[in-house]
């Protein structure tokens, strides 16, 4: 069974990064899937950050692409995300989660999730 | 990046029909088959409901359907339940090779 788990600071102080690790289990990271992250602010939609694959290749979400590092460890069955700078405006639940094959762009399995709030 | 256009609100009575709508541009819904469907009820992680426009995911109920026209992709669902009281997102890769949600649709089963 695919398993999916968020780790990290709930409390990141403003200016300062974000760091959050999604440790997958149940499943081979390094298989034919991409991982990615997606967040959800308060009162807000569904916002996707990034996406990477286990050879490294990523994808952004044009908006923060500046800000995001995607970073993936299939020794340890692990991805990070890493968010700079970051705002008020970045305080959400974070997900991380597994993003079908095919070329589909469609996340199958998510993890629970895990609030960050931004806030000195 | 806009998000894709969903109605804030729909809602039905045990039984029914109800269809929510998510609109785009050619640039995404339009342009692509990769509309995805995730239906979230409060406190929890969303749960895929459709993929690739029209597409089930094994165990979800075929009350549930996905289409597209044009620019405007829709979620139908069918013989409404209580339990499918929820928050309802719809998404599509873009042209920009990212992922892009609309900003959702609370459905209250009345």
């Known amino acids: 069974q695919v398993q999916l788990q968020e780790s990290g600071p709930g409390l990141v102080k403003p200016s300062e990064t974000l760091s959050l690790t999604c440790a997958v289990s149940?499943?081979?990271?390094?298989?034919?899937?991409?991982w990615g992250w997606i967040r959800h602010p308060p009162g807000k939609g569904l916002e996707w950050i990034a996406t990477?694959?286990?050879?490294?290749?990523?994808f952004y979400n044009p908006s923060l692409k500046s800000r995001v590092t995607i970073s993936i460890d299939t020794s340890r069955s692990q991805f990070s995300l890493g968010l700079s700078s970051v705002t008020a405006a970045d305080t959400a639940v974070y997900y991380c989660?597994?993003?079908?094959?095919?070329?589909?762009?469609?996340?199958?399995?998510w993890g629970q999730g895990t609030l960050v709030t931004v806030s000195s | 990046q806009s998000a894709l256009t969903q109605p804030p609100s729909v809602s039905g009575s045990p039984g029914q029909s109800v269809t929510i709508s998510c609109t785009g541009s050619?640039?995404?819904?339009?342009?692509?088959?990769?509309v995805s469907w995730y239906h979230q009820p409060p406190g929890t992680a969303p749960r895929l409901l459709i993929y690739?426009?029209?597409n089930r995911p094994s165990g979800v109920p075929d009350r549930f359907s996905g289409s597209k026209s044009g620019n405007t992709a829709s979620l139908t669902i069918s013989g409404l339940q209580t339990e499918d009281e929820a928050d309802y997102y719809c998404?599509?890769?873009?042209?920009?090779?990212?992922?892009?949600f609309g900003g959702g649709t609370k459905l209250t089963v009345l």
């Open positions: 989660g597994r993003q079908l094959g095919n070329d589909l762009w469609s996340y199958d399995y």
């Open positions: 149940g499943f081979s990271i390094s298989s034919d899937y991409w």
């Open positions: 990477i694959y286990h050879n490294g290749r990523t």
């Open positions: 050619s640039s995404d819904v339009g342009g692509f088959n990769r």
């Open positions: 690739g426009v029209r």
């Open positions: 998404s599509s890769f873009t042209s920009s090779n990212s992922v892009l």
